[in-house]
């Protein structure tokens, strides 16, 4: 295991792809402070709505990254010829996993720094409490790496680079569209205010009219449940600073990271590499 993570940490120093992403979490990072700079000038905002934005961006970044990154070693055959030489496919797999999260948390970390650099003396620091503050990055990046599991099981499954990176990609953002169709489903009311308009074209208000769209409880559960689970409605969360759900979400993503990497190793045991 360490030698494998030895020669990813090598295969990453040398990696333009790798430099260049982290060039680009820093130079979003940056693009982030100003423009909560600029909107500072008109009303009063803090640092927090760009600081905590990195969940939601980072992990389009990373899903370009590690199907790009694992895909070359099914090109050049190197997945191959450590299986040969006898490494443990648990063992390829870990090391990728831990090499592919790792990027994810230095290119969070590239993000932030940035935003620091340049938001805080522009704008100020972040003004949530530092504890909590502290509760909420370490809690974003365990979605970090759940992020990460599940590009790691894409990219160790498919030999084709450019089949692997197109399920990442689209995935994020189904998985945001998951997301955004679960929140409004829990945030439809329960009652809604009938109305109509008279020949004078005036709106009339009528009665409380009892929503379709309404969840009751056993519905809603489901949908709570799907929605704390899903890795990018968690990035939602941070991004917009909604802590009601802090201490559940990291165990969440802890369950996406433990099933995805015992169905990635489970297929990439049987996966034929000739």
Known sequence: MRNLLSANLLRLRKSILFWGALAFSFG?????????????????????????TYPILICIITSVFIPQFFGREYSDHTVRNKVTAG?????????????????SLLLCAAYMAAVAAVGIPLVGPVSMDAELAVRMVLGSLVTMAAFSALFTLVSMVSSRRSI????????????????IYLKSRLDAPEFYTDYSVNEAGEVVWGDLVANPQYLGSTERAVYEFFYNLLPHSQAIQYASQQTQNLRWMPLWSLAVIALSTGAGIALFRRKDLK
């Open 164 to 179: 692997s990176a197109a399920v990442c990609i689209l995935g994020v953002f189904l998985l945001m569209i998951a997301s």
């Open 28 to 52: 979003i990072g940056i693009l982030m402070a100003f423009q909560c700079y600029q909107m500072s000038q008109y009303e009063s905002l803090s640092l927090d709505g760009a600081f905590f």
């Open 87 to 103: 490494l443990p496919r648990a063992a390829i797999y870990a090391a990728n996993l831990l090499t592919g999260t790792a990027v």
